[in-house]
C-alpha cells in the first residue's frame, strides 16, 4: 500500500459522503415540502443543518486528496479541471440558489406554531430548492463519469453540460406538476 492508494481512497469515501449528503439533503427537503406543521419543518431543519455540515467535509475530502492526486499523479489535465469547475458550479448552485431559500425558512420558525402559515409553505415548496438539488446530483453523476471515463476537454464540457441540463429538465415537470395540483384548473362550461 502507497499513499496514492490511501489518497485514492479517501478520495472515493469523500465522493461517497458527499453523494449521501445529496441524498439526505433531498429526502429532507422533500419532507419540508410534505410537512404540515412548523414543527415539523423544524425537525427537518435541524437534520438539515448536520447534513450541510457532513456534505461540507466531505467535499473538503474530495478536494484535499483530488489535489493531491493530480499533483502526485495526474496533472493538469481536461477532466481534472472540468471536474473543479464543476464542483466550484455545484457550490455555486447551493449558496445562490438552496442556501437564501433555507435561511428564509431559518428565519420564519421562531414565530411559526401550528400548522404552515402561507408564506412558510411557500418558502418550503420554492421550485428553486428543487432546481438546485437535482442540478446539483445530476452535476455530480457528471463528475463521476469524467473520473471513469477521463475524456479530453470537449467530452468533459459536454458530458457537464448535459448533465446539468440533465438535472434542470428533470427539476422542471415536478415543479410543474406539483404547480398545478396546488391551484386546481376552472373548467369553464359553455
Do not use: C, D
Not at 87 to 93: G, H, N, P, R
Not at 131 to 155: C, D, E
Amino acid at each position: 500500500m502507497n499513499y496514492y492508494s490511501i489518497a485514492l481512497f479517501l478520495h472515493v469515501v469523500g465522493a461517497l459522503g458527499f453523494f449521501i449528503a445529496l441524498g439526505l439533503e433531498w429526502t429532507r427537503l422533500r419532507q419540508i415540502r410534505s410537512a404540515t406543521t412548523s414543527e415539523q419543518v423544524r425537525e427537518s431543519m435541524l437534520i438539515y443543518k448536520s447534513v450541510r455540515r457532513f456534505g461540507m467535509a466531505s467535499m473538503l475530502t474530495i478536494l484535499i486528496f483530488g489535489f493531491y492526486l493530480s499533483a502526485v499523479a495526474w496533472g493538469s489535465v481536461a477532466w481534472i479541471n472540468v471536474a473543479l469547475g464543476s464542483l466550484v458550479l455545484i457550490i455555486a448552485l447551493t449558496v445562490v440558489l438552496t442556501r437564501p431559500r433555507i435561511t428564509a425558512m431559518e428565519r420564519a420558525l421562531p414565530t411559526e406554531k401550528g400548522p404552515l402559515s402561507p408564506t412558510l409553505r411557500q418558502l418550503a415548496n420554492h421550485p428553486l430548492l428543487w432546481v438546485s438539488i437535482q442540478t446539483r446530483a445530476a452535476i455530480a453523476l457528471g463528475i463521476v463519469f469524467l473520473m471513469t471515463v477521463k475524456p479530453g476537454l470537449g467530452g468533459s464540457l459536454l458530458t457537464i453540460g448535459i448533465a446539468a441540463v440533465v438535472g434542470l429538465a428533470l427539476s422542471l415537470p415536478m415543479h410543474h406538476g406539483e404547480r398545478s395540483q396546488e391551484r386546481p384548473t376552472e373548467v369553464h362550461i359553455k
